[in-house]
């Protein structure tokens, strides 16, 4: 059966898909859906996703949107993996570190690729507000200690590799070049990133 995943290289939520299929060698058809050019707005696509927004995976009459779930989804497709946890404990582990993301500190960064990147440089607005980065700023450095505190002890976020590191890991990748911070004070964090970004996908996924 075919997954296609609908897609824009730029964007790091559909990054995270992409890399998670290459470490579990599951091929993906990529459709681009550029929101830039408000591909992502045609009543087709949002037939598939009403967001308009990407990534968005499509298998057999499925479509779904978001990228944690969709990250959960490919992962239980070989569960011999366990990417999802192991046992009921190590799943909750996992959601948890995935709720936390997504509600926290992705919150905070997406705040800050929008007042960046997204504002000045796709939809002609000035963006760079001081007090809106500020703010995202603020909340970036307020959870980075709580997951270099719990990457202290574990090579991964909850020990063994889990798609909390693909939800988690990409997003730091283009960090200090396009959104002007650096996870290298956190020692704990930046030696994880190094465990990722040694798997040889990493790169060009
Ligand atoms: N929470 C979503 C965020 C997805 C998202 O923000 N996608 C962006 C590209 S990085 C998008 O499609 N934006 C177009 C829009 O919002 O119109 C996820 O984790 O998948």
Redesign the pocket.
Known sequence: MTITLYD?KE????RKVRLLAAELGIKLNTVVKD?RTLE??SSDFLAKNP?????TLEENGLYL????A?LKYLAAKVPERGLCGKDARTQALVDQWLFWW?SGPEAAI?MLGWEMIIKPMVLNEPGKDPAVMNEAYARINRYLPVLDKQLESRDYVVGPLSVADFAIGPRFDRAPELLKFDVAPYKNIAAWLARLRARPYWQNA
């Open positions: 824009i964007s790091p939520h559909c929101p992502t707005r967001n308009g927004r990407v990534p949107w978001e990228s944690p969709i997504a997406d």
